[in-house]
């Protein structure tokens, strides 16, 4: 089956201008999940929907970043009046969601191929 | 919070060897420990995981240890293969439906 989709795959931007970045989660999976991948870094956590429920935005790193998530499947992230800093590969990943999660199975997350953006 | 060291940072094996990767995470109520191996230009691919009621988990080559008194975990590949050329990502969190966090990552060279 498809996984999880992200466009645009790569985006070039000047500093200042707002950019929206597209994820297309696995069909099914309610929970969605947001990460930064900064050169030579590890994967940082920006925001997490899951359901119905309101998101946690502990991750985002400005009030600039925000997110949303329509219909409980595609999410958008919007970085407004972008900073050479933000540039960055920024990630996507869906998860089924199972109450029991200690000893439940599905509950993996999976990653998208990523846009990579690139404040000039 | 919880912060994940993993080591080492590269790491070079001939072909056939075992290459064995190692983090460490701070936080006792984590119980969800996923590996991932990233290729150039691709997102991180899941290859293995545990929980934190079991101490090891095998698939094929790949084998994961999980020492919850000591608070780390490692990854095994055996007999390594160049297409096993990637950078290894480890990951934390207390359950497999809350944000990872991850770990800086391996870079596995394997030579032929």
């Known amino acids: 089956g498809a996984g999880v989709s992200q466009s645009p795959s790569n985006k070039v931007t000047e500093k200042g201008k707002d950019v929206e970045l597209r994820c297309d989660p696995i069909?099914?999976?309610?929970?969605l999940y947001w990460y930064r991948q900064s050169l030579g870094q590890g994967l940082e956590f920006l925001i997490y929907?899951?359901?119905?429920?309101?998101?946690?935005k502990s991750g985002l790193p400005s009030d600039r970043f925000s997110a949303e998530r329509t219909g409980g499947s595609v999410s958008t992230l919007t970085i407004q009046r972008t900073q050479q800093e933000d540039s960055a590969v920024y990630l996507c990943a869906s998860s089924l969601w199972f109450p029991r999660t200690l000893a439940g199975v599905g509950n993996e997350q999976f990653f998208g191929p990523g846009t990579r953006l690139t404040v000039l | 919070g919880e912060n994940v060291e993993q080591h080492p940072s590269t790491l070079s094996v001939q072909e056939g060897d075992s290459a064995v990767i190692k983090c460490t995470y701070s936080?006792?109520?984590?119980?969800?420990f996923p590996w991932y191996k990233q290729e150039l230009g691709k997102g991180p691919q899941l290859i293995i995981d545990?929980?934190?009621?079991?101490g090891e988990k095998k698939d094929q080559r790949i084998a994961v240890t999980l020492n919850k008194t000591a608070k780390h975990f490692s990854l095994h590949i055996t007999e390594t293969q160049p297409e096993d050329s990637a950078v290894y990502f480890c990951?934390?969190?207390?359950?497999?439906?809350?944000?990872?966090?991850f770990g800086k990552g391996t870079r596995l060279s394997v030579i032929a």
């Open positions: 936080d006792s109520a984590s119980n969800y």
């Open positions: 990951a934390a969190s207390k359950s497999g439906n809350t944000p990872l966090v």
């Open positions: 069909s099914g999976h309610t929970a």
């Open positions: 545990i929980r934190s009621n079991v």
């Open positions: 929907f899951q359901g119905n429920s309101a998101p946690d």
